[in-house]
């Protein structure tokens, strides 16, 4: 989701709809879009040290704490250059 769209969506959504559920989706949608963005500009080393030390555990995460982690995982492999892909 292109952020001012989904801000424009989702005051828009706010101010003419009672219809809470498509207001809590556009939220969720904006939100990961956010998060997508702003691990985008992180820092590749924070990105790596963060993968790093949440690897241990993966298995005892909430399924939202997960799909953060995954998200960071994702960037964390666009990062790499083929020479570190093992």
């Known amino acids: 989701m292109e952020l001012r769209a989904g801000f424009e969506r989702l005051s828009r959504l706010c101010t003419h709809s009672s219809v809470e559920d498509e207001i809590r989706g556009v939220f969720d949608t904006l939100g990961w879009s956010l998060l997508n963005h702003a691990i985008a500009g992180a820092p590749p080393g924070s990105v790596r ?29 666009s990062l790499q250059t083929p020479a570190e892909v093992v």
């Open 49 to 77: 040290r963060i993968t790093r030390i949440t690897r241990p555990y993966r298995a005892r995460m909430t399924p939202e704490h997960l799909r953060i982690d995954d998200l960071l995982r994702k960037h964390e492999e």
